[in-house]
C-alpha cells in the first residue's frame, strides 16, 4: 500500500447493525470511521484512521472565516465478486492537487491520499453495498485548521476523509431555470477548483428557482450571461440534432470526472461529440424547433440526471420523454456497469482495494 505510516485506532463497536442500510438518508449516514491527517511546519503528519467523532476547532478556525477549503466527491464500489475498487482515484487527485494549488494550500502527498482512502474502504469494507446495489460515497475535505484570524496564507492544514454508504436509487427527471442574474463562476475566478466556497454561493439563486417549482439552475457565463455552463453543480449534455454537446472546459467550469468518463464512452460508441460553448439563445431555438432530443446533467452521484425541462425567460421548453434506449441511458448503464466491475475495465479506471 504507502511508505507513509498510517496508525490505526480501530472504533470497539460497529455502528453497521444499527444503521438502516437500505435506505440511508444521504449525506447524513457515515462508516465506523474516518482518516485524518495535519499539516504544520511544512509536513503532513499524524495520517491515522481513527473512530469518527466529531473535530474540536478554535472559533478562529482560518477556513470557517475566509472559506480556504477544497474537497472531493469519489466512490468505492463492490465488484461481483466481492472486491472493493475506487472509481478514477488517480484523476480525482490530480483535480485536487489543482483545487489545492488555485486556493493557495500545500499539495497533499499522493500516498496519503491513497492510503488514506485505501485504508479507509478496507477498515470500513462492511458497508459497502453489495454489485448493483449502491455504493460507498467519499468524501475528502482540506482546509485550513489555523487557529488565525489575520489575512494571510494559512500554515496549517487539516486533511480528512469520511465515507458514507449510499444505495441506488431512481432519481425523477430534473427541472431546471437558465440564470440570468446570478453565476456560478466568473473567469479569473475558482470556478474549475472544487472549492466549498463555490457551493455557499450557489445556493441563494438555487433557492429562489426552488420558490418558483425548479430543482436547479443551468449556470450562464459570468461576462455576457449568454453561453452554458453547468447546471446545478453538475456538467451539463444536450443532444442536438444527434450530436452529444457539451461545454469546453474552461477556468470557469468544474472538470468533472463522470463528463470525461461519459465523453470517453460516448467516443467509444461512435456517438458524434462536440465539446464547444452552447449560447441560451442556440438552446432556446433548438428547442422550439424540436431539435434537441435529450438533455442530462453529469456528476458522481447520479452518473446521468435526465432533464425533463428549461425555462428560459419565462418559457418552459418541455424536453421528448426518454427511454432505455435513449443515449443518456445507454452511456448511464455502460459507466456504471463498468464502475460496478461487470463491464472490462477498459481505460484502466478502478482502483483495486481489497480482493
Ligand atoms: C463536483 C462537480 C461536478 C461533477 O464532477 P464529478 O467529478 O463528475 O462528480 C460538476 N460541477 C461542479 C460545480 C462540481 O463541483
Redesign the pocket.
Known amino acids: 500500500m504507502i511508505n507513509t505510516p498510517i496508525t490505526i485506532n480501530r472504533a470497539s463497536v460497529s455502528k453497521i447493525e444499527a444503521t438502516d442500510l437500505r435506505n440511508p438518508e444521504f449525506g447524513k449516514v457515515t462508516t465506523d470511521h474516518m482518516f485524518l491527517a495535519e499539516y504544520a511546519g511544512g509536513a503532513w503528519k499524524n495520517a491515522r484512521i481513527q473512530p469518527l467523532a466529531d473535530l474540536s476547532l478554535s472559533p478562529l478556525t482560518l477556513a470557517l472565516h475566509y472559506g480556504q477549503s477544497v474537497f472531493e466527491?469519489m466512490k468505492a464500489f463492490r465488484s461481483q465478486d466481492g472486491g472493493i475498487h475506487i472509481f478514477r482515484a488517480d484523476k480525482h487527485y490530480k483535480r485536487l492537487l489543482a483545487s489545492l494549488k488555485r486556493m493557495a494550500m500545500p499539495a497533499l502527498p499522493e500516498e496519503i491520499f491513497m492510503g488514506g482512502l485505501e485504508n479507509l474502504v478496507s477498515i470500513d469494507r462492511a458497508w459497502v453495498p453489495k454489485s448493483g446495489e449502491g455504493s460507498m460515497y467519499l468524501r475528502p475535505l482540506l482546509f485550513a485548521s489555523e487557529a488565525r484570524v489575520g489575512i494571510k496564507v494559512a500554515e496549517q492544514f487539516c486533511f480528512l476523509i469520511v465515507a458514507l454508504p449510499v444505495r441506488s436509487y431512481y432519481n425523477r427527471p430534473i427541472r431546471l431555470k437558465v440564470e440570468e442574474r446570478f453565476i456560478r463562476a466568473a473567469k479569473g475566478g475558482t470556478g474549475s477548483a472544487?472549492c466549498s466556497g463555490?457551493y455557499g454561493a450557489a445556493f441563494y439563486p438555487t433557492y429562489l428557482a426552488q420558490q418558483e417549482g425548479y430543482d436547479q439552475v443551468i449556470w450562464t457565463d459570468g461576462t455576457e450571461k449568454k453561453n452554458i455552463e453547468?447546471s446545478g453543480?453538475?456538467?451539463v449534455f444536450f443532444i442536438i440534432d444527434g450530436k452529444l454537446v457539451t461545454p469546453p472546459l474552461s477556468e470557469t467550469i468544474?472538470d468533472?470526472?463522470?463528463?470525461d468518463s461519459l465523453l470517453v464512452l460516448a467516443r467509444s460508441m461512435g456517438v458524434e461529440v462536440e465539446e464547444r460553448p452552447v449560447s441560451v439563445f442556440e438552446l432556446e431555438e433548438a428547442l422550439k424547433t424540436g431539435r434537441v432530443s435529450e438533455a442530462f446533467g453529469?456528476?458522481?452521484a447520479a452518473v446521468v440526471a435526465p432533464i425533463s425541462l428549461i425555462a428560459f425567460r419565462g418559457n418552459d421548453y418541455t424536453l421528448p420523454e426518454y427511454n432505455d434506449q435513449s443515449t443518456m441511458m445507454q452511456l448511464k448503464s455502460k459507466l456504471e456497469s463498468i464502475r460496478a466491475g461487470s463491464a472490462a475495465d477498459t481505460y484502466n479506471w478502478l482502483h483495486r482495494v481489497t480482493n
Request: charged share 20%; proline share 0%.
Open positions: 466527491g472544487k463555490n453547468e453543480v453538475m456538467n468544474l468533472g470526472v463522470t463528463r453529469s456528476g458522481t
